[in-house]
């Protein structure tokens, strides 16, 4: 979902004080300027009938960056890049981050090049203003196929690469799956960022998504600090209806089993995480805006 650093004055005193925020930096703490948004997947059945108006209560009610969940045939919820930056730009609103899956397909082994869709979808990010190209999923055909998925973390470099060629990061978006699937003895979520190259692709953790097949976000931020440029800031509840994922529906923050103000606090501290994304897809009977709203409000109450 870039910052200017502090501009120190060549003086002894400066110096000595930009020494003491060594350790912070050593230890993950943010480069970026840090931003607070939403993935407009939270407000999906408003946003596929009005984007518009769907946008502009966001912005009534304080957001300034979303996240978009929806391109298909070279459009954002129906616009072309050109057009979904204009309807943002006319309300405040920024868009930073994106969610486009890529498969494999997206790369032509003939050519050795990605295919004209793929790079299409990269100009068009660059062109609305994202500066995250994120691709949450991953086949799977590909999950348990060893050669198939070492060549799939190659091509994730190779389109970390692309990207950064147009001015932006790419990143991968996790689900649950990448606990619950073992490589080689160990989660295939460790396999993805073992064999990912950090300067090329950005981490994206949704801390909710992995509650239920036992993925716990403060131990992964532990276990891999600097590695999270991103996060997607959910809480969770057991499910009521037998929906939601692993038996978990999200809910608004603070009200669920989640410790997500602790979880936060660490990503800032040593996670590299810069880009904060609030997302809730279930409600409990709520209308979806009246919970964005409060939880809007809490993440502010907790410094954001």
Not at 134 to 140: F, K, Q, T
Not at 266 to 273: L, Q, S, V
Request: aromatic share 10%; with cysteine.
């Amino acid at each position: 979902m870039n910052t200017s650093r502090r501009t120190f004055l060549k003086t002894g005193a400066v110096a000595v004080a930009g020494a003491a925020l060594m350790p912070d930096m050593l230890f993950g703490k943010p480069k970026k300027l840090e931003r607070l948004g939403l993935q407009l997947y939270s407000v999906r059945d408003a946003m596929s009938k009005d984007p518009s108006g769907s946008l502009k209560k966001l912005a009534d009610m304080g957001y300034v960056h979303v996240e978009h969940a929806n391109y298909v045939n070279r459009k954002f919820y129906g616009y072309t890049a050109k057009e979904f930056k204009k309807l943002l730009g006319d309300n405040g609103l920024q868009m930073p981050s994106g969610h486009t899956v890529m498969t494999a397909q997206d790369w032509d082994n003939a050519k050795k090049d990605f295919t004209d869709k793929w790079k299409y979808t990269i100009e068009d990010a660059a062109e609305v203003g994202q500066r995250y190209v994120i691709s949450p999923w991953l086949d799977e055909s590909l999950r348990t196929d060893m050669e198939g998925l070492k060549k799939f973390m190659n091509q994730f470099n190779k389109c970390g690469e692309l990207c950064k060629s147009n001015g932006m990061t790419f990143g991968y978006h996790n689900h649950n799956f990448e606990f619950s699937t073992k490589v080689n003895g160990d989660t295939l979520y460790s396999y993805i960022l073992a064999n990912t190259d950090p300067t090329l692709v950005a981490q994206q953790m949704d801390v909710g998504n992995m509650l239920g097949a036992g993925g716990i976000a403060i131990d992964l931020l532990k276990k891999y600090p600097g590695r999270f440029e991103l996060m997607h800031v959910k809480d969770e509840i057991k499910s009521t209806t037998g929906g939601g994922m692993d038996g978990y529906d999200s809910t608004i923050l603070g009200q669920g089993v989640m410790p997500v103000h602790d979880i936060v606090k660490e990503a800032r501290k040593i996670g590299g995480t810069s880009q904060f994304v609030i997302e809730q897809e279930s409600y409990q009977g709520k209308d979806p805006f009246d919970c964005v709203k409060i939880d809007l409000q809490v993440m502010k109450k907790w410094g954001f």
